[in-house]
T-cell receptor
Framework: EAEVAQSPRYKITEKSQAVAFWCDPI?????LYWYRQILGQGPELLVQFQDESVVDDSQLPKDRFSAERLKGVDSTLKIQPAELGDSAMYLC????????????FGQGTRLTVV | AQSVTQLGSHVSVSEGALVLLRCNYS??????LFWYVQYPNQGLQLLLKYTTGATLVKGINGFEAEFKKSETSFHLTKPSAHMSDAAEYFC?????????????FGTGTRLQVTL
């Protein structure tokens, strides 16, 4: 069964350091999402790609976060510099085109900033 | 803009009892609605979805949900809870927002199942 792959699963970093997360969506999925989930809360969309283009990054803190999907396949989310408040689960998801399609999620990356 | 409200951050039921998790949505256009389940330190797994057609939707693990437009609700039910159902449940709505078809999640309901 096809899955969304994310790495690493866990990451501990010191504040002010740079950190990066990688996501490989299900083959053929045009839409890719990065969500942030703070403990005890629902996922919050950070950025959404359609192929290689960003279609929504309204909640992405652009002073420190960046995301790319250069060839319209895998994607990288970067934080520089990391802050204590960035500690959260970072979830990647992908879906087929279309409004009636569900998103398939990866296992997530648990980030702890110390 | 679309949104979902999940009533009750924690729900506790006895094993074998009815499970009812509430979700109300707000959307200016016909919504597509989803329920996901999340186990500790895992990603989200789709339970069921409503797009068009039949308003009673059946999903995996014995769960079902009914879309009620007049009540703007999409409550999740299961006739008989099992210990393995203990998890976090999220309701989500997808609707067009600008150029993006945005998927917005509720704050979640933690289901506890007791003996």
């Amino acid at each position: 069964e096809a899955e969304v792959a994310q790495s690493p699963r866990y990451k501990i970093t010191e504040k002010s350091q740079a950190v990066a997360f990688w996501c490989d969506p299900i083959s053929g999925h045009a839409t890719l999402y990065w969500y942030r989930q703070i403990l005890g809360q629902g996922p919050e969309l950070l950025v959404q790609f359609q192929d290689e283009s960003v279609v929504d990054d309204s909640q992405l803190p652009k002073d420190r976060f960046s995301a790319e999907r250069l060839k319209g396949v895998d994607s990288t989310l970067k934080i520089q510099p990391a802050e204590l408040g960035d500690s959260a689960m970072y979830l990647c998801a992908s879906s087929w085109r279309g409004r009636n399609t569900e998103a398939f999620f990866g296992q997530g990356t648990r980030l702890t900033v110390v | 803009a679309q949104s979902v409200t999940q009533l009750g951050s924690h729900v506790s039921v006895s094993e074998g009892a009815l499970v009812l998790l509430r979700c109300n949505y707000s959307s200016s256009v016909p919504p597509y609605l989803f329920w996901y389940v999340q186990y500790p330190n895992q990603g989200l797994q789709l339970l069921l979805k409503y797009t068009t057609g039949a308003t009673l939707v059946k999903g995996i693990n014995g769960f079902e949900a009914e879309f009620k437009k007049s009540e703007t609700s999409f409550h999740l039910t299961k006739p008989s809870a099992h210990m393995s159902d203990a998890a976090e449940y999220f309701c989500a709505v997808r609707a067009q927002s600008g150029t993006a078809s945005k998927l917005t999640f509720g704050t979640g309901t933690r289901l506890q199942v007791t003996l």
